[in-house]
């Protein structure tokens, strides 16, 4: 987009989930607030529909807490249990960090955990959602919630709609993916992206690639592992199964939505992703080791063993940059529901799962301000 097009208006967003995906997001936006170029390392596209990462403001913050409940976001993003890489120790204040409902999203397990490796919660009246998000005028809510919080992600979702705001699910509980949630947007005339964040170069693309990679060269795949380990309150609140049963769930759908698109069946027991330990002492690194098992011509073995090293957080934090501008040029526009090509693009179950290049270039489209075909559908 042209310069002399690019938007003066902030685009405001709210955060459920001072973590630490939320950390790498806040730091991100005042390390990269005078970058305008066309193209900023670091970042998928510099500009979004004439909107560059610092238009981009926070303008309120509910978690539960007590290390960040009253703080303000500044001092609250660096407050334990975060564990996420300081690149950009002087941030603003921000917005007082407000107390949130706890519903589902704090495990007992969590907090019978050491302090700095767990949560602690504020005793703190809940705040009014609806009315913060009304009086701060939000247009975007994102969801960072532990995984496996079911009723406080459809609580958080609820008040946006009540408040007239679009949503940014970035966890795995499912909601643009459920036609039931999409409805609701829909009939409040919002849009919508989701569900469970595709990070920019982690094991959800890396595995999809190398998925894509042996279909699109002829070869069977009969075996796909992608194994997990990792440091942060991400992996410890995952160590609970019946909360990571929805995680392991979505990063397969990365991968089986490969085979489902080209017709192709999933052998049994031929696939496994998922969070596989934690491991404190990596804090947010983590580390994804694959194994492929192919066959090619004349049913010859091919195998690929890889492994990815990563920062969590921050690897979440540009694909979030850009959800978020994708999320308000579509407002704009008057698109509603669950954008299909931003959430093939940037969450790991989308409700409609896309090849790499489509969903790129549904995202590319979208960034010029021009409407797919897809997007028509889901005009007001
Ligand atoms: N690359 C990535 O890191 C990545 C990728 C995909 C998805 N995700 C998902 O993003 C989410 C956030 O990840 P994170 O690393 O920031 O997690 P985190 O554990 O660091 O942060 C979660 C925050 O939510 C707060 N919280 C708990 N219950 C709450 C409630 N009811 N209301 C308000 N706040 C509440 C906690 O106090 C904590 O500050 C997780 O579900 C994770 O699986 C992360």
């Known amino acids: 987009m042209d310069k002399q097009n690019h938007i003066t208006d902030k685009i405001k967003v709210a955060i459920v989930g001072c973590g630490n995906c939320f950390s790498s997001l806040y730091q991100g936006l005042e390390y990269y607030k005078n970058a305008d170029a066309e193209h900023i390392p670091g970042i998928m596209w510099a500009d979004i529909g004439g909107y560059c990462p610092r238009d981009i403001e926070v303008v309120a913050v509910f978690d539960v807490d007590k290390r960040k409940v009253g703080k303000s976001t500044g001092e609250a993003i660096f407050a334990e249990p975060n564990v996420a890489r300081i690149f950009q120790p002087d941030v603003p204040a921000g917005p007082v960090v407000q107390m949130g409902h706890v519903l589902d999203g704090v495990s007992d397990y969590m907090l ?180 492929l098992r192919l066959r090619g011509f004349g049913d010859a073995p091919v195998t690929i063993d890889a492994k990815l090293s990563v920062q969590d957080s921050e690897n979440s934090a540009g694909v979030v940059i850009d959800a978020i501008r994708y999320l308000q040029v579509a407002r704009e526009l008057g698109v509603v529901g669950a954008l299909r090509g931003p959430s093939a693009w940037t969450q790991k179950t989308p409700p409609e799962q896309m090849m790499y290049a489509a969903a790129k270039q549904e995202c590319e489209a979208l960034a010029h301000r021009q409407l797919s075909a897809s997007v028509r559908k889901q005009l007001k």
């Open 112 to 291: 019978e955990q050491p302090a700095e490796l767990g949560f602690r919660l504020a005793t703190a009246k809940p705040a009014d959602v609806v009315h913060v998000l009304k009086a701060c005028k939000a247009d975007i809510l994102i969801n960072y919630l532990p995984v496996g919080s079911q009723k406080a992600t459809e609580f958080y979702a609820q008040a946006a709609i009540d408040a007239g705001v679009a949503f940014l699910n970035c966890i795995p509980v499912f909601i643009a993916s459920n036609p039931e949630w999409e409805q609701k947007f829909i009939d409040a005339g919002l849009p919508l992206v989701g569900d469970d964040m595709r990070s920019q170069l982690g094991a959800s693309v890396l595995s999809q690639i190398l998925q894509e990679l042996a279909f699109d060269r002829g070869l069977a795949v009969d075996f796909h592992q992608q194994l997990n380990i990792g440091g942060n309150t991400d992996f410890n609140n995952m160590m609970v199964q019946t909360r990571l049963a929805s995680k392991k769930k979505s990063k397969e759908n990365v991968i089986r939505a490969q085979n489902d698109i080209r017709g192709i069946p999933v052998p049994e027991h031929s696939l496994f992703a998922g969070p596989s330990t934690y491991l404190p002492y990596l804090k947010d690194n983590k580390v994804a080791y694959f194994n």
